[in-house]
């Protein structure tokens, strides 16, 4: 990391606005400034200015039982009201919400009227299934806009949604149905993947196949199926409903009750440093505010003109917050795409660029960087002069794939925002304001107005300008976590623990600021990797291998890796007793089908290397960082404190 450092800390080159950005940017260098005077009656304005209150609040925050804080507590509002029928309502009805293509190359363009009215019926089939609020509803589906219309009609009865993405095994949505006691499963048929469908409803299936002596109480009543794929699915009568036949027999005719601002919205589990994954839980009000107002300052939305483009899944939070709910939110024009960015040919995220005229786009710095591995010709294959305005989240972006999104892809004319933020923040934290702030490539520089964080040394104290630390964020936010589902002590230790006394948020970064005080993010200081900005832990792939039949024992690593900023490594153990039986041949690739199968493809390791002995401490933990340096063929650090200290030139010489 040190080389990495001293790289970015020579990075000098600046980026101001142009003047006509800077004149008609929504979000203005005022804002900091009310927000530094009254940071909660900032919030507050932002809730009463951009979002619609059946009741309103007369509380802002309150922090009196930290570290669990609510938000405008006695307001009450409708989330899918405001991301739907109130636009209609303003006469804005006939505006597109979604230009959605699939990946074969089929479009549905889906107004606000349309979307609003889609989502009116399906909350009454949620009412007929008896799902009201507080309820949980899983979600598995591909992107499709019925993935949009589920969240929002789950919203709009106040039940609560666990999206959880189409990449996932059945075990892990298995898992995810079950932590959150889910009493019903929205899928479809398939969805288009890499030029073919890749089927949902058999994982849903397996994932609800009988349990009886498992010891789990089975929650789900329905599955509730969409028609994408057109690939046969086994159908459990009873159990098992077609969208296509109760949504649109169902009254399109439905009220939005009001709900208190601090009902839950929705869990999302994403990866901790333990195998479980935690199911971090969201509220209404101050989640949608933030939401809103990040999506528009930062994102620089005018919803009368702007085409905005946010690649993310709604399988993760970005999907939740940039696609799903600031956007609509605010009422913005938006495309949705189903598919990988390479099919049926290399450019197609470009062509869609060109196609719908897209003016912002918001993306991971993965995706940027296997653009470069390609050549600048591929994109420059189409018009992309209508982006005005390039986003980034997920990872650290590294000054050269920076430059190259803003040269190649922005040309030398749009903005790059780098945001920060965490499936825990709910939306964005740190980020250029796009009409204020110079921009530095590779650093997400400052937070938000309303946001409040530093960077500290493991005692809490600030380490200053010109020093790395551990980021923190020092005063309560509205979007923020409000727990991990079912876990009130899993959410105090995680986050609160480490600087109970400073009462800060642990957001498990590392971080540096320059001499200007901006911050440089630096990667995850615990056991989190991150691999293509998604978030995966290393006890839960080890605790997939070990399941393995094969495995004794296993070590899990983030690598650095050139496209998707880390790489899942493993090493492993093999039981003695497997060894006799069989062969080893061919293991290493069984085991990582095997992770893929277990957990989801993105889990499935880059390198699985066997070997006989895993570097120790006396007291039995695993010194992650000494393989870390074998994964990424750097000569071993200091191995003084391993039990056996020969252990590392074993595993070197296996490796090689
Ligand atoms: O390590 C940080 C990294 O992604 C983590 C959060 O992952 P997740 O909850 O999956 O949310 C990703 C999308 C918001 C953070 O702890 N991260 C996210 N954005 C950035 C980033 N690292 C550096 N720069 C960013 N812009």
Same mark, same amino acid.
């Given at each position: 990391m040190s080389s990495q450092i001293d790289h970015l800390l020579n990075e000098d080159r600046r980026f101001a606005p142009s003047e006509d950005f800077a004149a008609a940017a929504v979000g203005t260098a005022d804002l900091y400034h009310q927000a530094a005077t009254d940071r909660e009656g900032f919030w507050a304005d932002r809730a009463r200015e951009l979002l619609h209150w059946q009741t309103p609040f007369t509380k802002v925050l309150d922090w009196s039982n930290p570290p669990f804080a609510t938000w405008f507590e006695d307001g009450e509002l409708n989330v899918a009201y405001n991301c739907l029928d109130r636009h209609v309502e303003a006469g804005n009805g006939d505006r597109v919400a979604l230009f959605w293509e699939g990946e074969p190359g089929d479009e549905r363009r889906v107004t606000y009227a349309e979307l609003t009215d889609e989502v009116k019926r399906l909350a009454n089939v949620l009412t007929e299934l008896g799902i009201g609020?507080?309820?949980?509803?899983?979600?598995?589906?591909?992107? #499709?806009?019925? &993935?949009? /219309?589920?969240?929002?009609?789950? $919203?709009?009865? =106040?039940?609560?949604?666990?999206? +959880?993405?189409?990449?996932f095994s059945a075990d892990s949505?298995?898992?995810? #149905?079950?932590? &959150?006691? /889910?009493?019903?499963?929205?899928? $479809?048929?398939? =969805?288009?993947?890499?030029?073919? +469908?890749?089927?949902?409803?058999?994982?849903?299936?397996?994932?609800?196949?009988?349990?009886?002596?498992?010891?789990?109480?089975?929650?789900v009543e329905h599955?509730?199926?969409?028609?994408?794929?057109?690939?046969?699915?086994?159908?459990?009568?009873?159990?098992?409903?077609?969208?296509?036949?109760?949504?649109?027999?169902?009254?399109?005719?439905?009220?939005?009750?009001?709900?208190?601002?601090?009902?839950?919205?929705?869990?999302?589990?994403t990866s901790g440093t333990t195998g479980k994954p935690k199911g971090i839980l969201h509220t209404s009000g101050g989640y949608l505010t933030q939401a809103a107002f990040t999506n528009r300052v930062v994102h620089d939305i005018h919803p009368e003109s702007d085409v905005y483009w946010c690649t993310a899944d709604v399988g993760w939070i970005t999907g939740h917050t940039y696609v799903t709910y600031g956007p609509l939110a605010n009422g913005a024009t938006q495309v949705m795409y189903e598919g990988t960015p390479d099919t049926p040919h290399p450019g197609r995220w470009w062509e869609l660029v060109e196609?719908?005229?897209?003016?912002?786009?918001?993306?991971?710095?993965?995706?940027?960087?296997?653009?470069?591995?390609?050549?600048?010709?591929?994109?420059?294959?189409?018009?992309?002069?209508?982006?005005?305005?390039?986003?980034?989240?997920?990872?650290?972006?590294?000054?050269e794939a920076w430059m190259w999104y803003r040269s190649v892809i922005g040309g030398d004319r749009a903005p790059i925002i780098d945001t920060w933020w965490q499936t825990e923040t709910g939306a964005m934290m740190i980020s250029a304001l796009p009409g204020v702030t110079e921009t530095k490539p590779g650093s997400a520089q400052v937070p938000l107005p309303g946001i409040t964080v530093d960077v500290v040394d493991d005692a809490g104290q600030e380490v200053g300008n010109g020093n790395g630390g551990l980021l923190v964020i020092t005063e309560p936010w509205p979007a923020m976590l409000r727990g991990i589902w079912g876990d009130p002590d899993r959410f105090v230790e995680t986050y609160w623990d480490k600087f109970a006394e400073q009462g800060f948020y642990?957001?498990?970064?590392?971080?540096?600021?320059?001499?200007?005080?901006?911050?440089?993010?630096?990667?995850r200081v615990d056991d989190v990797m991150n691999v293509s900005g998604h978030r995966l832990s290393t006890a839960?792939?080890?605790?997939?291998?070990?399941?393995?039949?094969?495995?004794?024992?296993?070590?899990?690593?983030?690598?650095?890796?050139?496209?998707?900023?880390?790489?899942?490594?493993?090493?492993?153990?093999?039981?003695?007793?497997?060894?006799?039986?069989?062969?080893?041949?061919g293991l290493a690739q069984t085991l990582r089908a095997w992770v893929g199968e277990q957990i989801g493809p993105i889990a499935r390791p880059r390198d699985v290397y066997i070997v006989g002995e895993l570097p120790k401490t006396r007291s039995g933990k695993i010194m992650r960082r000494l393989l870390r340096d074998v994964a990424e063929g750097r000569e071993v650090g200091d191995t003084t404190t391993l039990a056996d200290t020969a252990v590392m030139s074993v595993i070197s010489a296996q490796v090689k």
């Open positions: 609020r507080g309820d949980r509803v899983a979600v598995y589906l591909p992107m #499709i806009p019925e &993935a949009v /219309a589920a969240m929002l009609a789950v $919203a709009r009865v =106040g039940a609560v949604h666990s999206v +959880v993405f189409g990449g949505l298995r898992a995810r #149905i079950d932590d &959150a006691g /889910a009493k019903l499963v929205i899928t $479809a048929d398939g =969805g288009y993947r890499k030029g073919r +469908v890749s089927a949902l409803k058999p994982a849903v299936d397996l994932a609800l196949a009988d349990r009886n002596g498992s010891g789990v109480q089975e929650t599955v509730l199926v969409v028609r994408r794929g057109g690939n046969d699915v086994d159908w459990t009568p009873g159990r098992d409903l077609w969208w296509h036949e109760v949504v649109p027999a169902a009254s399109a005719e439905h009220e939005a009750e009001a709900f208190p601002a601090e009902n839950p919205l929705f869990i999302l589990y196609k719908y005229g897209v003016t912002i786009l918001y993306t991971a710095p993965t995706a940027i960087r296997s653009f470069m591995k390609i050549g600048r010709q591929v994109a420059q294959q189409f018009d992309l002069s209508s982006l005005r305005l390039l986003g980034s989240v997920g990872e650290p972006i590294n000054p642990f957001a498990g970064d590392g971080a540096r600021l320059d001499d200007d005080g901006d911050v440089w993010l630096l990667g839960e792939i080890e605790s997939a291998l070990v399941g393995n039949e094969a495995v004794a024992e296993a070590a899990v690593v983030g690598a650095s890796d050139e496209t998707t900023g880390q790489a899942v490594v493993a090493f492993v153990i093999i039981k003695e007793s497997y060894l006799k039986a069989h062969s080893p041949e």
